[in-house]
Each structure stands twice: as C-alpha cells, then as structure tokens.
C-alpha cells in the first residue's frame, strides 16, 4: 500500500526551499502582502499576537518590524522543519527576545482562553482540513477586543484575470514549483489547496459561524489574494 503523505509531511519536505520558492512563484508580492497585516492590527500598546501556521516567520518578522506596540508573537507550527529556519531567521534578525516559537495545530491551540490581543495567519488556513474547528480555537484565545487577520489565496472574479490567474497557477505553481522543489507530489497539492478553498463569500459565513463579528474582506494584487478581518466582538463604525 503507498503511502500519502501528510499535509506536515509535504512541508517538511519543502521548507528548505519554501522561501525562494514563494519569492518566485509570487514574483515576489507575497513579502508586501504580509509586510501590509501589520496596518490592521488593534490600534492598543503591549499586543500580544498569535501567528498561526507561522511557517519560516515571516509574518511575524515583519509585524515586529514594522508595529513598535507589538510586546511578544507566538508562532505555532506542525511542521518541525518550517521551525528550524523560523528559528535561525528570528535570531539572525536579533528577535528572540520578542518571538517565540513551538510546535502546535490551530485545530487545538495550547493556550488558555483570552489570551492575545490579535491572531494572524498567512497562506496557512486552506491548509488545514478543520477549518471551523480552526475558527473557533483562534475565536477561543483571542481577548475580548481581540481581532483575526487571515491572508489566504484567492479566485479572481474578473473572468480576465481568472483565465490568466489559472494558467500561471497550473505553469508556475504546479509544475515548475514541483521542478524546483524537486517535490512535485507537493506543489501539486498546492495547486490544489489553493484552486478548492471556499470563495470569499463562503469563507466569511464559517467566519460567523465561529462567533467572529465585523468582518471585512481586502482583496490585493486584482483578487488572487485577499486579507480577512474579523473582530471578536462588534466595533462602532464597521458594517461588515
């Protein structure tokens, strides 16, 4: 019988190249999609943030960088390889002290309820196969006033970019991806994780369902991307 590799499998097996690879694959915009989450983060001092399915960190590289009210970000991850570069980029950037990092699911978060003031997740939600159980732990964990920012891959609506969107997905992402990497059985499975995650308006309703209120949709790069955000209770001024 052959054996199919687990989701944290396929990424172990790619982390070494995972961040040239999506330098490429992206042309490079994926750096200023993630570098633009710190924008939306609560407007408060001394944030402690979760950064789900952090990958190499790059999120959370970014957010320090960039938010001088940021206090710590935790970064969990199932892949043991993501971590080990997440380990060595966070102390080649001099942030140990404010990033730490462990081994951990979204799907069973090992944090007390209430604990952050923010939740981030990047490119990792499409990944997970329980994505309201997902929700609804990031709903547990987060404060009161606590806020999720979720950036994810996208269809385009407008039917010119779609065409174009899914060729380069099928030329660069499935295929050359899976050349580069050495590991095609992977980025095929990228392909296919990103071309079957729910359209926004289907997102946004397991968003709700989860308890989240004030949720608002950004779409980047002509919708091959869109950040989701989501208040754990209802803001003034926002309409959903």
């Known amino acids: 019988m052959v054996h199919e590799p687990t989701t944290t499998e396929l990424f172990n097996a790619i982390a070494p190249a995972y961040d040239r690879l999506n330098t490429?694959?992206?042309?490079?915009?994926?750096?200023?999609?993630?570098?633009?989450?710190?924008?939306?983060?609560p407007g408060y001092s001394d944030l402690y943030i979760l950064?789900?399915?952090?990958?190499?960190?790059?999120?959370?590289?970014?957010?320090?960088?960039?938010h001088p009210e940021i206090s710590m970000?935790?970064?969990?991850?199932?892949?043991?390889?993501?971590l080990k570069i997440a380990g060595a980029k966070v102390a080649k950037a001099g942030l140990s002290g404010r990033i730490e990092l462990q081994r951990g699911i979204a799907e069973n978060i090992p944090f007390a309820d209430r604990s952050f003031d923010a939740a981030t997740m990047s490119f990792g939600?499409?990944?997970?196969?329980?994505?309201?159980?997902?929700?609804?732990?990031?709903?547990?964990?987060?404060?009161?006033?606590?806020?999720?920012?979720?950036?994810?891959?996208?269809?385009?609506?407008?039917?010119?970019?779609?065409?174009?969107?899914?060729?380069?997905?099928?030329?660069?992402?499935?295929?050359?991806?899976?050349?580069?990497?050495?590991?095609r059985k992977a980025y095929d499975y990228l392909y296919r994780s990103v071309w079957n995650f729910p359209s926004r308006q289907e997102f946004c309703q397991m968003l709700a369902e989860a308890g989240f209120q004030s949720i608002r949709t950004i779409p980047v790069c002509l919708g091959v991307a869109t950040i989701y955000l989501a208040d754990k209770a209802q803001r003034k001024g926002t309409h959903g």
Do not use: C
Not at 51 to 66: F, P, Q, Y
Not at 128 to 154: H, P, Q, T, W, Y
């Open 125 to 183: 939600i499409r990944n997970i196969s329980d994505r309201i159980n997902a929700l609804n732990e990031m709903f547990r964990v987060l404060k009161a006033e606590g806020r999720l920012i979720i950036l994810e891959f996208s269809r385009p609506s407008q039917p010119f970019v779609y065409f174009f969107y899914k060729i380069y997905m099928q030329i660069f992402v499935k295929f050359l991806g899976g050349v580069l990497s050495g590991n």
């Open 24 to 41: 490429v694959l992206s042309l490079g915009f994926h750096r200023f999609w993630k570098r633009s989450l710190h924008k939306f983060l």
């Open 51 to 66: 950064d789900a399915a952090t990958g190499t960190a790059d999120v959370a590289i970014e957010l320090i960088r960039h």
């Open 73 to 82: 970000i935790t970064g969990i991850d199932p892949s043991d390889a993501m």
